[in-house]
């Protein structure tokens, strides 16, 4: 495999709409919407770099800031990449500079990028692109004039804005979108597991501003001992022992629903704005490495947090806002070795308009019951359409769903290393690597061989063995697939039998995951030693 990450189908077709809308319907201020977790910044760094364009990217916070250098870095090793933000300004002879907009939209910065000449800017989280600070700097450095020298690219997860300023203000056309259902039926995605429960808090006395709940009448309402215990009890009762991030109405009742949570012996932590730098990465490492449980935050986690074995979400504040509500659901829907699902517990306090997450999928309010997952219900009503009965599911219409990716990738640990089968005896393998995995290859007997250069986020390597499962195999990778229900082979049984393992009754798929839990045993330990004199 080459040095360049392989794109998905839907990231080449993308990046392939910018370009022809651009060629074709002269479109020089497109916008790509995309669920979080989908590789948004990895589609417009490879746009940078097929084009081989001058190029300016703009976020609105650091942690956006750091992901987009490190995805360039990744997709386009040989770029000079320079950072301007707060007393870095590191701009001269650079192909691609990476900016904050509270620092570009000062005059005398945005003088000196003017005089680059830059012929690509990109907008990441371009929900943000209509606020005045981003509609001044992008006009005075001439991406609003439909030059076709020039081309300005939005990235979003989602099109909305709470306060009803369209984008198309500031962008001609959607090229292209797709959904979290999509996301999810494509096996690109977590599926998402839904609960409500009822808290009784009347939430029609709050006054709206800007299309939401003004935060500070809402979290009088919302942050009270019994309305935070049921938070608690919910968790103990949907969640329990999942990595959790709760999201708050304010400060207080971020620190307040940690207390909870530590006097019901689960480890927790507050973050918000006012948490010192240095604290708030201690924080968010120690909950990374597992040593916190649960987090509850207020503003902070909503955009630019990549932390996939997130598997449960507590909406503990609730709102009006579609932008919102996506990107506090969107932190949970990233895949991770081992990761079934992401349980979604929203707190329906009374109010006509809150959102939900049927909704967000695209379902009916009532279509989704409780403790249902999106595929579990996609299913349901595949059948129902079909007009067949949720007793008698005919095996032909499970391979249809697999082939939508329906089934979850059989990730196994072992020791430290993740494994995911490919194909009989042939593994694919993640090892950690100073915070990040190497990936690997290899057949059960043979040594491992590098799949990809570089060590990568487990989320980013995680992928690209999953994609290269799907062009072995459509479903031996997949939990669920048909195949796993058939009886065991002779073949399998006679080897378990010699393993010391009772065959009896065993299906394939309980077969062939005995037959790889001994053998991987066996090969971690010898592979540890071989991954180590890799590095």
């Not at 097929?50 to 300016?56: D, E, F, N």
């Not at 804005?161 to 959607?174: A, E, M, P, T, Y």
């Not at 022992?241 to 307040?256: C, E, M, V």
Request: charged share 25%; with cysteine.
């Amino acid at each position: 495999m080459s040095g360049s990450i392989q794109l998905r189908d839907y990231q080449n077709d993308s990046i392939g709409a910018v370009i022809e809308a651009r060629d074709k319907e002269n479109i020089t201020r497109p916008l790509i919407s995309l669920p979080t977790g989908t590789g948004k910044t990895i589609i417009f760094a490879s746009l940078a770099e097929q084009l081989g364009a001058k190029t300016l990217i703009i976020a609105h916070r650091d942690e956006l800031l750091r992901q987009a250098e490190d995805k360039v870095r990744m997709i386009w090793p040989t770029a000079k990449i320079g950072i301007v933000k707060a007393k870095e300004n590191d701009f001269q002879d650079k192909n691609v500079v990476i900016a904050s907009i509270q620092t570009i939209c000062r005059e005398k910065r945005l003088k000196q990028i003017a005089a680059e000449n830059f012929s690509l800017c990109i907008i990441d989280e371009a929900h943000h692109g209509c606020a005045k600070t981003y509609r001044e700097s992008i006009s005075y450095l001439g991406f609003m004039d439909d030059n076709p020298e020039k081309l300005l690219l939005g990235v979003t997860a989602t099109t909305r804005r709470s306060d009803k300023i369209g984008l198309r203000n500031v962008f001609q056309k959607i090229v292209y979108e797709s959904s979290i259902r999509t996301m999810v039926k494509g096996g690109f995605l977590s599926d998402i597991r839904g609960y409500k429960s009822n808290t009784g808090v009347d939430l029609t006395t709050v006054r709206t501003r800007n299309g939401d709940f003004i935060e500070r009448e809402l979290s009088i309402l919302v942050n009270t001992p019994s309305r935070n215990e049921k938070v608690i009890q919910s968790y103990l009762e949907y969640a329990e022992g999942r990595k959790a991030i709760a999201f708050t109405s304010g400060i207080q009742h971020a620190h307040d629903l940690t207390d909870v949570f530590l006097s019901h012996g689960i480890e927790a932590r507050a973050l918000s704005g006012k948490t010192p730098d240095d604290e708030r990465k201690e924080l968010l490492q120690a909950f990374s490495d597992g040593k916190i449980q649960v987090l509850s935050n207020c503003n902070i986690l909503t955009e630019g947090y990549d932390e996939s074995s997130i598997s449960c979400i507590l909406l503990a504040r609730p709102t009006k806002s579609m932008t919102l509500f996506t990107q506090m659901v969107g932190r949970g829907t990233r895949k991770h070795p081992g990761k079934s699902d992401c349980v979604v517990i929203n707190f329906t306090d009374r109010s006509h308009d809150i959102c939900a997450l049927p909704t967000l999928l695209g379902l009916g309010f009532n279509e989704m019951g409780q403790g249902e997952s999106l595929l579990e219900v996609e299913e349901e009503i595949e059948w129902r359409e079909r007009g067949s009965s949720a007793i008698n599911k005919p095996i032909g219409n499970l391979e249809e769903y697999d082939l939508l990716g329906k089934s979850s990738f059989r990730w196994i640990q072992v020791g430290n290393e993740w494994r995911l089968p490919i194909g009989p005896g042939l593994y694919g393998a993640l090892a950690p690597d100073n915070g990040k995995y190497k990936i690997f290859l290899f057949k059960r007997g043979e040594h491992p061989k590098p799949f990809y250069p570089k060590s990568l986020e487990i989320g980013y390597a995680m992928g690209i063995i999953e994609d290269h499962a799907r062009q072995v195999s459509r479903s031996f990778s997949r939990k669920d697939s048909p195949w796993r229900n058939r009886p065991a082979s002779e073949k399998q049984i006679d080897l378990l039998k010699r393993l010391g393992i009772n065959p009896a009754n065993m299906r394939k798929g309980e077969a062939c995951d005995q037959i790889e839990q001994f053998f991987t045993k066996q090969e971690a330990r010898r592979s540890q030693r071989q991954y180590a004199g890799m590095r």
